[in-house]
């Protein structure tokens, strides 16, 4: 499909002057003479330049269109609330210190769905040690770290 479309997309300003030509000839509507083809040819190439721009043109304002629309939803999407994530580089009171912890975290994109994005999530990462977050495309690493982040609405869990 995409060769036969490149090929009527080269092929399409000789076939239109074709037929411009043979109607000329069918119709005797105008002779065809030196000045009358050039005038024809001239016309169709000033003609044909801007045709060619549509569908750049149409491309360009659908990724506008969907630019706007994400724009939009970050835009008017709710505030994260105070109790979405609580910060503390302290030590804590029993003596460990932790950077990162999570306790029976179950988290959501969808609120409406009912089924938590990550359940039972339980995770505690030490001050200053480094952590790799692994695992198959779909399994819930971006939604972790949003988690952690405090940018997923929380369900239950510390």
């Not at 105070?82 to 210190?97: L, P």
């Not at 975290?105 to 969808?110: A, H, I, L, M």
Request: net charge negative; hydrophobic share 45%; proline share 4%.
């Amino acid at each position: 499909m995409k060769g036969y479309g490149s090929i009527l997309y080269w092929m399409a300003p000789t076939i239109v002057s074709a037929f411009v030509f043979l109607g000329c000839i069918v119709f005797h509507s105008a002779p065809l003479d030196a000045g009358t083809i050039f005038t024809v040819l001239a016309t169709l190439r000033i003609m044909s330049e801007p045709v060619r721009m549509i569908p750049e043109a149409l491309s360009v304002l659908i990724q506008v269109v969907v630019s706007f629309d994400r724009l939009n939803t970050f835009l008017l999407d709710e505030e994260l609330g105070s109790d979405e994530i609580v910060s503390s580089v302290k030590q804590s009171s029993d003596g460990d210190n932790n950077g990162v912890k999570i306790e029976g975290g179950n988290f959501t994109w969808d609120q409406e769905s009912g089924s938590p994005t990550l359940a039972d999530v339980n995770l505690e990462v030490k001050w200053g040690h480094k952590v790799a977050v692994v695992g198959p495309v779909g399994g819930g690493k971006s939604s972790l770290l949003h988690a952690i982040l405090g940018e997923i609405p929380k369900i239950s869990g510390n």
